[in-house]
């Protein structure tokens, strides 16, 4: 099963919800060209809802990074939203919990960034 992306918004906030494998090649470079479309389109409020995501390699984590930094340097804000336990466990190991901020709740994620 590969990368399923389904965009929407809240308010200002654009919404992906994820869904399959963040993995090499087709998986990674989707993620990649559909947060550097949403940055190049000036929307700099980027919530990855990863709750149907089954599977994350190395190179999806990477581009997890890689999307969380190319929002940042576009002055923009790149948040997860539902962490499944096998990913929350992948980032809390690579300590990269600390570098993503993270919630459960879209609600809280969604006002977390009017703060």
């Known amino acids: 099963m590969s990368l399923t992306i389904n965009q929407r918004t ?4 654009c919404i992906l919800d994820l869904s399959g494998k963040i993995t090499i090649g ?5 993620l990649r060209d559909t947060v550097r479309k949403l940055i190049d ?8 809802n ?9 190179s999806g984590i990477g581009e997890l990074v ?13 948040k997860l939203l539902n962490l499944t336990k096998k990913i929350q466990d992948l980032l809390a190991i690579t ?21």
Do not use: P, R
């Not at 300590?95 to 703060?115: D, M």
């Open 26 to 30: 087709a998986g990674s470079v989707q």
């Open 95 to 115: 300590k990269l919990l600390t570098v993503f901020e993270t919630f459960t709740s879209e609600e809280e994620a969604l006002n977390s960034f009017n703060k």
């Open 66 to 78: 890689n999307s969380f930094t190319n929002t940042n340097k576009a002055g923009g804000v790149l």
């Open 41 to 48: 389109g000036n929307n700099k409020k980027i919530l990855l």
């Open 10 to 13: 809240a308010g200002d906030v």
């Open 50 to 58: 990863v709750g149907d995501v089954s599977y994350v390699d190395s």
